[in-house]
């Protein structure tokens, strides 16, 4: 599991606070996500950098904002939050046209918005 | 499109029976199908992959899982549950060729009772 790391990996924040969520992967891989899994829905796909190319789900609010500074760093930025996103928030890579892209998960940051 | 149906929210099953966490899919071209385990409070972990080649694939812990073209199925076996198999399980698929992002399934609560 040190493959991808994440952190913090419990975080309450207030809903005016501004935070950010740290992912980094020592897998050499080109490709970051960022997914969004809450109680009793489907794991839900935010946002992907592959190869500096961004990808984004629509129907993700603004208050979210990722950001990815090189292959290996992926930041989750966050402001002015509702206690609906309260949630397990995973970072995964992958290595963009290998291995049929299996994608390597970190630990997850456990949010709590108040 | 693609997508993938794991019909079971919960299966529970005996300690040292044989278990079966269903998955089916739909995908244009040829399939590349994975599985993942998440443990409590923890990220998702690889289990297994069928890219080409023999239907029946092995993975990690002793699970194996079965492709089946015809049926569109990808099930998720094991010979002989541990209670320290329970945990939720997802699959996934992607197309050969397609977008290198994967859809995931629901996912599935493996109960395994002593």
């Known amino acids: 599991e040190t493959g991808v790391t994440q952190t913090p990996r419990h975080l309450v924040m207030g809903m005016t606070n501004k935070k950010s969520l740290k992912c980094e992967q020592h897998l050499g891989h080109n490709a970051m996500y960022w997914y969004k899994q809450s109680a009793k829905k489907p794991l839900e796909l935010m946002f992907v950098?592959?190869?500096?190319?961004?990808?984004e789900n629509n129907s993700v609010p603004s208050r979210f904002s990722p950001e990815c500074p090189n292959s290996s760093h992926l930041f989750l930025h966050l402001h002015t939050l509702q206690p609906e996103d309260s949630a397990l928030y995973l970072c995964?890579?992958?290595?963009?046209?290998?291995?049929?892209?299996?994608?390597?998960f970190g630990p997850g940051t456990r949010l709590t918005v108040l | 499109a693609q997508s993938v149906a794991q019909p079971e929210d919960q299966v529970n099953v005996a300690e040292g029976n044989p278990l079966t966490v269903k998955c089916t899919y739909s995908?244009?071209?040829?399939?590349?199908l994975f599985w993942y385990v998440q443990y409590p409070n923890r990220g998702l972990q690889f289990l297994l992959k069928y890219i080409t080649g023999d239907n029946l694939v092995k993975g990690s812990y002793g699970f194996e899982a079965e492709f089946n073209k015809s049926q569109t199925s990808f099930h998720l076996k094991k010979p002989s549950a541990l209670v320290s198999d329970s945990a939720l399980y997802f699959c996934a698929v992607r197309g050969e060729g397609g977008s290198y992002i994967p859809t995931f399934g629901r996912g599935t609560s493996l109960i395994v009772h002593p």
């Open positions: 995908v244009s071209g040829n399939p590349y």
């Open positions: 995964a890579s992958s290595q963009d046209g290998g291995e049929a892209d299996t994608q390597y």
């Open positions: 950098y592959s190869l500096e190319e961004r990808v």
